[in-house]
């Protein structure tokens, strides 16, 4: 998958799901239910116990499928590129460093620094990161990516920490391209309730398509 195609498949699904586990029994688990609610880009995080082969057994298992596995909590470029390497398609970083986006500009995938303030955001885009995640979310609050997307309003903002069901939509009618989101989404899978996950999944999906509309 080309490196724009990337980013045009998550800007219009409109959330990423954040998969963090205890295991990699139940990440895959909770990966499936994810799927199953209909987000498209799965983002593994390497906390996550075998993070990377997990990558890797997903893009191989999923090649065929409209579905965008890519890596998250990425800290450096070392790691960037074994996951790139094992078939990541995007790339998520919870800080901002210039190094792993210059990295995943050499493989030519979609590089996502995580930010706070909007020089953090303005060094990520003049960098050549496409799409900027805004972390944690809930310090801010929806307001934050007009405030944004007031100097920068060619930025295509994602907010990741602190999103959920009731404010999905406040955060793409803010002006998010997408929105990620992990513990809201996955808090069945802590009770073994995958099903709940599912349903959760279609909830938020169901959210961005309403609050674009």
Known sequence: MKRMETIRKISESGVVAVIRAESKEEGMKIIEAVKKGGIKALEITMTVPGAVEIIKELSEVYKDEDVIIGAGTVLDPETARACILAGAKYIVSPSL????IKL???????AMPGVMTITEALSGMEAGAEIIKVFPGSAYGPSIIKAFKGPVPQGNFMPTGGVNLQNAAEWIKAGAVAIGTGGDLTKGAKTGDYDLVTETA????EAVKNARA
Not at 97 to 100: A, K, R
Not at 202 to 205: C, D
């Open 104 to 110: 995943c500009n050499r493989y030519r995938i979609p």
């Open 97 to 100: 460093n210039v190094e792993t």
């Open 202 to 205: 279609k909830k938020f999906v």
